[in-house]
């Protein structure tokens, strides 16, 4: 008895030490979502002006992504002022930058760096990548997509955190699609209908209303 009581013990509790599964294998935790399924959110620009933040505080929306750069230079005149009051207002905030396909990836990255602080509670960056109001590539196919992606593995570098990438169908299925972008979420916008592609973030409309904010704004709701 003492010796099939010793034999048990070898052989469990090494799979226990490895968390094993039912198959042997170590068991790998799932990826926390990005928010909660369903959540509503935002997201704002210059474009949207001055925000009212405790009227928009209770619009019941819970998360705003705010655009904070533009290339290798260009810094939003409303990102600091309005990072500091969703921050205030304890909503979920994120930063995202517009990239641009005709400019430098490592210094687009050291422009966002520049601008966005590293906090521990905070959305994880996210890049805008689209055809409008884009410029033509600056060199072939292999080399614009080497500096995308050293752009985004400075953007991970720096907030430990896997970037999110802004897309629409077409620029996903023009320059993304079975180029390695996997394990980045996407926000898709699709303002017809769901969007075919997983996603993590579905950007629905671009005519929202909401309390404290002047104008037109986009309406984003998180993966189900």
């Avoid at 959110?41 to 819970?62: F, M």
């Avoid at 994880?124 to 060199?139: I, S, Y």
């Avoid at 985004?152 to 802004?166: D, K, N, R, S």
């Avoid at 303002?191 to 404290?212: C, D, F, N, T």
Wanted: charged residues 20%; aromatic residues 8%.
């Amino acid at each position: 008895m003492k010796l099939r009581l010793r034999l048990v013990s070898v052989l469990v509790i090494p799979c226990l030490l490895a968390s094993c599964g039912p198959s042997g294998a170590p068991v790998e935790e799932a990826p926390r979502p990005l928010l909660a399924p369903g959540a509503e959110g935002i997201d704002l620009s210059h474009h949207n002006g001055a925000v009212d933040w405790p009227r928009l505080s209770t619009a019941g929306l819970s998360f705003v992504y705010l655009k904070a750069t533009e290339g290798e230079s260009h810094v939003d005149t409303q990102f600091q002022a309005n990072w500091q009051s969703a921050l205030r207002h304890h909503w979920q905030t994120g930063a995202y930058h517009f990239y641009l396909l005709c400019q430098d990836g490592g210094r687009q990255a050291a422009n966002f760096i520049r601008q966005v602080e590293v906090r521990s509670d905070t959305l994880p960056p996210a890049v805008d990548l689209e055809h409008a109001h884009n410029c033509a590539p600056r060199a072939g196919r292999a080399e614009t997509l080497a500096d995308l992606k050293r752009f985004l593995a400075g953007l991970e570098e720096e907030y430990g955190a896997v970037p999110v990438i802004y897309t629409t169908p077409a620029f996903h299925a023009e320059w993304l699609a079975g180029e390695g972008f996997e394990r980045h979420p996407l926000w898709v916008r699709s303002l017809e209908g769901p969007p075919r592609l997983p996603h993590a973030i579905w950007q629905y409309s671009m005519k929202g209303r909401v309390p404290g904010v002047a104008g037109n704004v986009d309406l984003n709701r998180a993966a189900e």
